[in-house]
């Protein structure tokens, strides 16, 4: 059932059409979107067709040193994009360092595993496999590591009074820290969770839609998708778990003292 | 005993005091001289400087959980991490007494923290720094939202806790407070403490 279909520009520009409608609609309701609309669109035209011509020139160059390269520019964007997301970040190094890190450790690592053991192409990096797989991986790793510390930033600050009276009543500074600490793990598992729950039913994933569309089999499409599911799972829990873990020894001391002063001020004051 | 040598934290210190055991030091000064933040200094809750010693620990020789069990402090704002006011105690078999002592209802432990007053709160706050028998207490205004007759009722409870040999520092605007509790009373300004003789 290999059946692909290959589109072109011409259908394309017809798909177009529709954002072009939504474009006038904008104007004519005057809700001022017309310009975001234009921009967002071009941006991602451009952005679009610049990564298929990379793609194309990194799958037949099959270099590992510009997989690597690539590899890190991924990781070093989705680390900005985690600091971006926080209202109140660690200051200095440790707010870039402490999600990068984490998420560089979870997510590449659980990605070499699988391509190394479960997919398993030859050689292993091959960027075809290696690139995606990564991409999908980080991205979610990224939305929940970011929503992690960005509530225990914020509950750290808001219940400052209840930890400092624990740690006065002879607490050390992980027991005195641990209702914050579930609160941000919790918040940091949500989308992962929220997302396996529904899919299949309230959405069918854009990988598995994609592989469909493309002739897969659907079983072979739902095992794919499966993998991936498992793979960004564990890759989310344990960044979230290695952030979160981090951000709390970097905002105590070994004096079990709160070291809120290591927090930068809120981004905006509402 | 409470014996603070060369305290510094920011703008504060050198500082160096002792209290006695079965006694009391006011400290007083006007706000935003640093008094909070002596007291956090001396329970090690801020980096700072300078060593403290007890009749039984060396501060710089014992980890801060040992420290502040034996030096407790009872901090302006009090905290609470759980609903209901039981649940902040390890032990509230002998608490009853102590909570008709000073003016409490005998069924506070029952009630919820989100329903309390601030008054009722600070005074509860006391009790459950209490329950670790330390030898050292540091208090920040324990009294301040609270009624005249109120406020002789924890002062007595404060009596009986140095009759048995604590030692109280306590952080007050209430000059009369200072007289009536205090053995000695100190001033904080400019970062250095000087005796306000009686």
Not at chain 1, 16 to 41: C, M, T
Not at chain 1, 114 to 143: E, K, Q, S, Y
Not at chain 2, 76 to 100: C, I, K, M, Q, R
Request: charged content about 15%.
């Amino acid at each position: 059932m290999n059946s692909y279909i290959s589109l072109t520009y011409f259908d394309l520009a017809l798909a177009a059409i529709f954002l072009v409608i939504n474009g006038a609609l904008s104007i004519w309701l005057q809700l001022g979107l017309e310009r975001k609309l234009l921009i967002a669109s071009l941006r991602m035209i451009v952005q679009l067709v610049l990564v298929g011509v990379l793609l194309k020139s990194l799958f037949s160059i099959l270099s590992p040193w510009l997989t690597i390269l690539v590899a890190l520019f991924m990781v070093g964007f989705a680390g900005r994009e985690v600091w971006a997301r926080q209202d109140r970040r660690l200051s200095g190094v440790w707010g870039f360092g402490i999600g990068t890190s984490a998420m560089a450790f979870a997510g590449a690592g659980i990605t070499v595993i699988a391509l190394t053991t479960m997919i398993g192409p030859d050689p292993w990096w091959t960027p075809r496999f290696a690139l995606p797989l990564l991409g999908m991986v980080l991205g979610n790793t990224m939305t929940g590591i970011s929503l992690a510390l960005d509530t225990l930033h914020t509950s750290v600050i808001r219940e400052r009074p209840a930890i400092e009276a624990r740690l006065l009543l002879g607490s050390d500074r992980w027991s005195a820290l641990r209702p914050v600490m579930r609160r941000a793990l919790r918040s940091g598992f949500m989308p992962i969770i929220n997302s396996m729950a529904a899919t299949g039913i309230v959405s069918l994933p854009g990988m598995m839609t994609g592989q469909i569309l493309s002739g897969v089999d659907p079983n072979e499409a739902v095992k794919y998708q499966l993998l991936v599911m498992f793979l960004i799972g564990g890759a989310t829990g344990l960044g979230v778990l290695l952030a979160t873990l981090a951000s709390v020894w970097r905002l105590t001391d070994d004096r079990d003292r709160l070291r809120l002063e290591r927090l930068t001020a809120p981004k905006s004051n509402a | 005993m409470l014996k603070v040598t060369n305290l510094t934290r920011l703008h504060i210190g050198p500082v160096d005091f002792v209290v006695a055991n079965g006694e009391c030091v006011a400290i007083t000064g006007p706000s935003g001289s640093g008094k909070s933040v002596l007291l956090r200094s001396i329970v090690d809750l801020d980096p700072n400087s300078g060593e403290i010693q007890t009749d039984t620990l060396t501060r710089s020789k014992c980890s801060p959980i040992q420290w502040r069990k034996a030096v407790a402090m009872l901090p302006a704002e009090s905290g609470w991490w759980a609903d209901h006011v039981e649940t902040h105690f390890h032990n509230t078999e002998d608490l009853p007494p102590l909570l008709e002592q000073i003016a409490l209802h005998p069924d506070a432990l029952q009630w919820e923290v989100a329903h309390l007053s601030t008054g009722e709160k600070h005074r509860l706050a006391l009790l459950r720094c209490l329950e670790s028998k330390p030898e050292v207490l540091l208090l920040d205004e324990p009294t301040a939202a609270l009624d005249h007759a109120t406020t002789l009722q924890v002062e007595a409870l404060l009596g009986s806790i140095m009759a048995k040999g604590t030692s109280i520092v306590i952080v007050t605007h209430d000059p009369d407070q200072a007289t009536r509790l205090a053995n000695h009373h100190l001033h904080l300004e400019n970062g250095q403490l000087k005796e306000v003789s009686k």
